[in-house]
């Protein structure tokens, strides 16, 4: 159906007035106005693929119900993208079902468009973009959004709009790059009583009745698979055997961890074998659950139970934002430029440094070590696709020891995180593999190889951790093939 608004667009600013979405989250990120005559509001899902808790589909929501129109919601998946695989696909697809079936009780219209081959069509945001009043978009510091978002706004004549809702403090309101956690900590915690409360929650006014376009897909829980298959991706990569994408399993995820492991998670976080984590990360990544969702029924559980949540809080907001607002300021968050001049130096220094022994980058994919513990590590990435955070320090830790330069070791950790994590392609991920090269970290006792960076130890690692236990868990996980974990 084709709603004609016969009123002048609003302009930006006077959109922002009225808006319920706190206008520090908003951008605009060209010049064009808003169409007078269109026929709906284009959200472009392309991180924060959810209908609650989305400040950017709120954001579109209300420019609609401003100008009188619908709601179209637009996602879509490429073969394109660094190392597109079955494992992040198949991830990607459990969630649509639900994210079509949750839209449409809301009212909003969903076209899901799979581009299988390189030959297939790639200007389905651009037609959409025709007839829309405006195009909303998530706010995001790396990856293909963020490309998106530098070259995408400029190639339309309708106002784009960049909505943050990854982050609870919006990033635009911390203004420069925080040095550390206690840099940022003061800040975060100043600003979160204004934002720690639920996101908007409207519903457009005019519900979508219109067709979908041509080109959407219809992802169904049986055709999955057969989706992936056609695609032309990289098909050596299998699915998570631990993790099944979508809303309703981060949700479940969600629960567990409070009705199990919220009261134990301050002592036991950093046991891998305890499971005592919220295992999260690959649905914040995907943008199926909020930060602020998350945050928000921590609290108030704690509350309820008379539990101390602290600890889990801190690593969510404090250090999570951390890792934002280092990405949204880094001139490069994969590279070595914005790590603090100790270590560079310290680098530099040591770059002769014999490396005995020294694996390639494949033999350490292979998890083919001397190591036992780093080898379970890395099948855990291979297997479950997320390596618990503790063991991750170490894992990057020790590819620095076993690489001929610190560059090749950077660049083995990033590939084998944006091949196989869940969790991978995320400020987090990019941030906690610089964090092995001292970033937000501090010097230490100087040492062969890594000079003063902090160094990590397999007897260190046997001493704090059940390493044992672990390492049975993951032979156990490679030889059945089923995760006794799996929620």
């Known amino acids: 159906m084709v709603h004609d608004s016969l009123q002048p667009a609003a302009t930006a600013a006077n959109l922002l007035d009225v808006d319920r979405v706190e206008p520090p989250r908003i951008r605009k990120l060209n010049d064009a106005p808003m169409r007078l005559r269109a026929r709906y509001v284009l959200y472009w899902s392309q991180m924060n693929r959810r209908a609650e808790s989305n400040h950017a589909l709120q954001h579109a929501i209300e420019l609609a119900n401003r100008q009188g129109l619908p709601v179209l919601c637009y996602e879509g998946l490429t073969c394109t993208y660094a190392h597109a695989n079955d494992r992040i696909h198949t991830f990607m697809l459990e969630a649509v079902p639900g994210t079509a079936a949750r839209l449409r009780q809301l009212g909003v219209g969903y076209a899901f468009y799979l581009r299988a081959r390189r030959s297939d069509p790639n200007d389905t945001l651009y037609k959409l973009a025709r007839h829309a009043a405006a195009v909303v978009t998530d706010d995001y510091p790396v990856f293909i959004a963020a490309a998106h978002n530098a070259s995408v706004p400029q190639r339309l004549d309708v106002a784009y709009f960049a909505v943050d809702s990854s982050c609870i403090v919006p990033m635009s309101l911390l203004l420069k790059r925080e040095y550390a956690a206690y840099t940022i900590r003061p800040r975060i915690h100043k600003l979160l009583p204004q934002y720690l409360r639920p996101a908007p929650a409207a519903r457009p006014e005019h519900a979508w009745r219109g067709d979908l376009p041509p080109f959407h897909v219809e992802a169904t829980d049986g055709n999955i698979a057969q989706l992936v298959a056609g695609c032309e991706i990289d098909h050596g990569i299998a699915p998570s055997l631990s993790y099944r994408g979508g809303a309703d399993e981060a949700e479940r995820h969600l629960r567990h961890f409070l009705d199990t492991n919220l009261k134990r998670y301050a002592k036991q976080r950093n046991e891998p074998s305890r499971h005592a984590t919220s295992n999260l990360s690959p649905y914040l990544h995907f943008g199926h659950i909020s930060s602020l969702q998350v945050a928000l029924a921590a609290t108030d559980y704690a509350a309820d139970q008379r539990l101390d949540a602290a600890a889990f809080l801190e690593e969510l907001i404090v250090r999570r934002e951390l890792a934002f607002n280092f990405a949204r300021y880094a001139k490069n968050p994969q590279g070595f430029d914005d790590l603090p001049e100790w270590a560079r130096a310290t680098m530099r220094q040591h770059a002769g440094d014999p490396r005995d022994p020294r694996f390639t980058p494949r033999q350490m994919e292979q998890a083919a070590t001397y190591d036992p513990l780093w080898n379970a590590a890395q099948k855990e990435l291979l297997l479950r696709g997320k390596i618990h955070g503790y063991y991750r320090m170490y894992w990057g830790k020790k590819i620095i020891e076993w690489s001929a330069t610190y560059e090749e070791a950077l660049g083995t950790m990033i590939d ?57 868990e993951i032979a156990e996980l490679e030889r059945t093939g089923g995760d006794p974990y799996r929620l």
């Open 416 to 472: 084998l995180h944006d091949r196989y994590a869940l969790d991978g392609r995320d400020p987090n991920t990019y941030t906690n593999i610089l964090w092995c090269f001292g970033l937000h970290d501090r010097p230490w006792f100087d040492r062969p190889i890594f000079g003063v960076l902090r160094y990590m130890s397999f007897n260190g690692m046997k001493t704090k951790t059940d390493i044992k236990a672990y390492i049975e």
